[in-house]
Structure formats: structure tokens, C-alpha cells
């Protein structure tokens, strides 16, 4: 309804173009042409003058209300409707002054008739009104007739034709209005069509773009699972056959080494099964989010007493500013990530390092960051960390080994509970890693 109440308004603002020359024209010509004050054809050729001097004046109102339409942002659609059925019933009347006028000085009922086609042809009018409108005209029509015409034959013979012209213009007014509502709906569907088809085709890309990146992961995993997990596996094995044989041979130096090298070993095993169980969960569509109440201290403390082995190692110490008291999220995803972050922060740290646990009250977010004052890294290498570009693990300050793969699974899992991660880095001075979660604070 509303395309075709703004396309009507389109159609009406081109009458004044054509009504106004011609009504000019009729003007000056009739009055070249008058004749003596008070004749028949004189007052015939005022009328008409007259007549189409309420056209020129229509026109004008015309284009005044147009322009005042189409600056208005919120078009009220009734306030259309109203302006568009006032303009066919003023055109109407007009067309009917015409014809009674002209009966003066001719039979005719022409311009009545062209009005009346015009009508139904330009107008797009809801039919059960445009039949009111025509019957109203016609009434006039009828009416006007008998007040200008003496001869019986020919007032019943108009009267007919009227009546014709009348049943012409409904007729062509009914055909544009279904045509036009036609046409419009189908555009309305198609254009619908085009949209769903082009948001479909968005989610296509993005689910390509994710499977491509899921799968780059995934080969990644495989590699690893094929050598990081084999190599240490291995490893472990052999060195636990050389301890077992120390063992007998009672070499306590030898047993204790062994040990330390099945010890780090299996921490490494143990680092890759995390980060393998957290990009199952990032990964699988079956895994909710399940949203609980954390109690923020007791996550982080748990967190850093995870890693306390290599923090001590290093002789590294962990301080915590906690100045949100409990959050409302996902626990495990969170104490991934911060166990990611943590574990990079040790890694990236020189003997004797410290780093920092905060977190903050952000507005609509709670904030965690890690802050270390270790390696650091560089713009372009701090810009690639989340997009899956490069994941080369890098080795830390005391030649520690990763997968490569912990931030990228910690990307995924913040981005299930609609939060972001990032990271501040400068070479040499350390990094600070940030991830906000959306706020759901416990007081």
C-alpha cells in the first residue's frame, strides 16, 4: 500500500507540466477572441477562462503540496490518500464545469470524457473509492447539464455518454490499480528475495571463511598430534626404561635427571591435551555456553595455582588485583583463556619476572589482562596473534615449546560469550593480554 500511495504521489506531481501550458493557451485565446458584454458567447468564453483558470490554480496547489510531501521524512500514508482522492475529485469538478459551460455554445461532452480517462489511467486509487469518487462527479455532471442545456434530446443523450465515460474511467482505473498492485507485490516479493538470498550468501561466506579457518586448525592438530604428542610419548617411554635401569644400578644423579625429563615432558604432553580439549569445545556446536556464578578470586587463584610449577621454575611471581568480587559466565571458558594468557606470560618471562592478574569493572564488560615484562613482540607480530596467519609456536625465554594454537583457541572461545581478546605489546618491554566478557556482575 505504501509503494502505491508514493508512486501515485509521483504520477500527480507531472499534472501541473501539462495542466498549466494548456490552461494558459486556452486563456489567451479565448481572450483574444471575446466578444460583446453580455452575449451567449460572450459569457461562454469567461466560463471557460474561468475554468481553466481553477486548473492554472489546482496546478499550483498541486506542485505546493507535492514539494511539501516529499520533504516530509515520515510520510503519513492517510494524509496521502486524503491529498491524492481531493486532487482526482478537484480535477473532476473542474472537467464537469467545463462541460456545462460549453453547453452554451456546443454539445459536446469531450472534456469531460478525456478528464475522466485520464483519471483512470494516472490515478492510483483503491477502487471502492475511486467508484464513490466517479458516482460524486457524475451527480454534478447530471445535475450541471440540466442547468446549461434546454434541449431534452441532447441532455439525455449527454447524460448517457456521461454515465459512458464515467463506466470508461472506473473501468481503466481498475485495471491500473490491479496491475500496479500486482507488479508492486511482486517487486516486494522479489526484492525480499533478493535480501534473504543476499543474507544467505553472507552466512555462506562466513561459515566458508570459518570452515576454512577450522580446517587450517585442524591439519595444524593433526600435524601436531602427529609429532608434538608422538615425540614426547616416546620420549617419556625411553626415559622411563633408562630410569628403570638406574634404578637397579642404584644411580640416584641419573634417576633424579630422568625424572626432571619426565617431568617436563609430561607438562608439555599435558599443556598440548588442554589446548586439544579447548579447541574441541570452542569447536563442537553441541557444547553450550552454561553460564554460572564465578567467584573471581577463586578462579584466578585456581589458574595460577595450575601453573605454579613453571611460575616457581622460572622464579617467577603472579600477583592478582581483583576488584570484581563474582561474574556471571561460562567457567570453564573463562578459566581457559586466563590459563592460556598465564601460561604465555611464564612462558615469555625472564627468571626472576613478575606478572599481573587484573580485574576490572568496565561499563558494560568485565576486563582481564595479563601483564608480563618479558620478551614483547612487535606491531606486525601482535596484529597476526588472532588470525590464524601464523601458528608457528615461538619459543619462550628459557626455550619452552608450544603449539602455536593456545590464542587462537582462546579467540574462539571469548567470541562464544561475545566478548574480544587483544592484545598491547612493545619488543623487549613485555605484553599485556586483555579479554572482556559481556557484564553480568554479582554484587
Known sequence: MQKILLQNLKRISF????????????IILFYLKLSEPNTIEYN??????????????????IALANYL??????KKLELINIYSSLVFLGLLILAVAIVVIDQWATPSITPFLVICTILGLVFLINPRYTIILFIAGYILFYIGLGLTQYDPDILLSNRVNGLTSIGIGFFLSLVMWRYNNDRIIQSIIIEK????????????????????SALSIKEKLFSIIGHDLRGPMAGIISLNDLMTQSIEGYDCNKTAKFNKAIGGA?????????????????????????????????????????????????????NKHI????????????????????????????TGGIVDIVVDDKNDFVE????????????????????????????????????????????????????????????????????????????
Request: with cysteine; net charge neutral; charged share 25%.
Open 266 to 318: 609430561s607438562a608439555q604432553v599435558m599443556n598440548l591435551l588442554d589446548n586439544l580439549l579447548d579447541w574441541s569445545r570452542a569447536q563442537s556446536s553441541r557444547t553450550g555456553v552454561k553460564m554460572d556464578c564465578i567467584e573471581t578470586e577463586r578462579l584466578v587463584d585456581h589458574c595460577i595455582s595450575v601453573l605454579s610449577t613453571s611460575a616457581c621454575s622460572k622464579k617467577i611471581v603472579v
Open 323 to 350: 576488584n570484581v568480587r563474582a561474574i556471571h559466565s561460562d567457567i570453564n571458558i573463562v578459566k581457559a583463556v586466563l590459563r592460556n594468557l598465564l601460561s604465555n606470560a611464564i612462558k615469555f618471562s625472564y
Open 44 to 61: 461562454w468564453r469567461i466560463g471557460i477562462i474561468a475554468a481553466h483558470s481553477g486548473l492554472i490554480v489546482l496546478s499550483l496547489f
Open 368 to 443: 582481564f589482562s595479563v601483564r608480563d615484562k618479558g620478551l614483547g613482540m612487535d606491531e606486525s607480530t601482535a596484529s597476526s596473534l588472532f588470525t590464524g596467519e601464523d601458528v608457528e609456536s615461538k619459543l619462550g625465554t628459557n626455550d619452552e615449546k608450544g603449539t602455536g594454537l593456545g590464542l587462537l583457541i582462546s579467540k574462539d572461545l571469548i567470541e562464544m560469550l561475545g566478548g574480544k581478546i587483544w592484545v598491547e605489546s612493545e619488543p623487549r618491554i613485555g605484553s599485556t593480554f586483555f579479554f572482556r566478557v559481556p557484564k553480568l556482575v554479582v554484587e
Open 69 to 74: 510531501l516529499k520533504r516530509v521524512r515520515h
Open 15 to 26: 499534472f501541473p507540466f501539462f495542466i498549466i501550458p494548456i490552461s494558459l493557451a486556452h
Open 193 to 212: 528475495q533478493n535480501k534473504d538470498l543476499t543474507q544467505r550468501n553472507i552466512e555462506l561466506i562466513e561459515q566458508s571463511n570459518q570452515l576454512q
